[in-house]
């Protein structure tokens, strides 16, 4: 089990990491991401730093778990908002996939850790 934890935060940092910076940094996809969904920039970047600091929790829950899962259950709200959003923006189901997806992996995280 605990392999299978420790991949599966890995794998979630990998991806959260790297969007949460471009969010930061406001690389133009993102700025593009914002002004489809009427979001300001100044929100897309509290939305990166929220996800740079889950990806930080979920590998720091490798060595302390309650963090970890912490971290993975704010990724995890983050991720259902982010579905909602684009939902309701009136994109199509296929656009708020991604969201749904990492949700579930984080929710499964979670799982993961606390059956440790």
């Known amino acids: 089990m605990r392999t299978a934890q420790i991949v599966t ?6 991806v959260f990491l790297p969007l949460g910076v471009a969010k930061i940094a406001a ?3 993102m700025r593009q991401a914002a002004a489809h969904l009427d979001r300001s920039q100044g929100l897309y970047c509290v ?3 929220l996800e740079v600091a889950g990806a930080g929790g979920l590998l720091a829950g490798l060595v302390w778990v309650p963090l970890g899962a ?3 259950v704010g990724l995890a709200l983050l991720m259902v908002a982010a579905a909602v959003v684009h939902l ?3 994109d199509p189901p296929a656009r708020a996939l991604p969201a749904a ?3 579930l992996a984080a929710v499964a995280y979670t799982g993961l850790s606390i059956a440790a």
């Open 101 to 103: 997806v990492l949700a």
């Open 27 to 29: 690389v133009p996809v």
């Open 47 to 49: 939305v990166g730093i």
């Open 9 to 14: 935060a890995v794998v979630l940092a990998l």
């Open 70 to 72: 912490t971290a993975a």
């Open 88 to 90: 309701r923006h009136g």
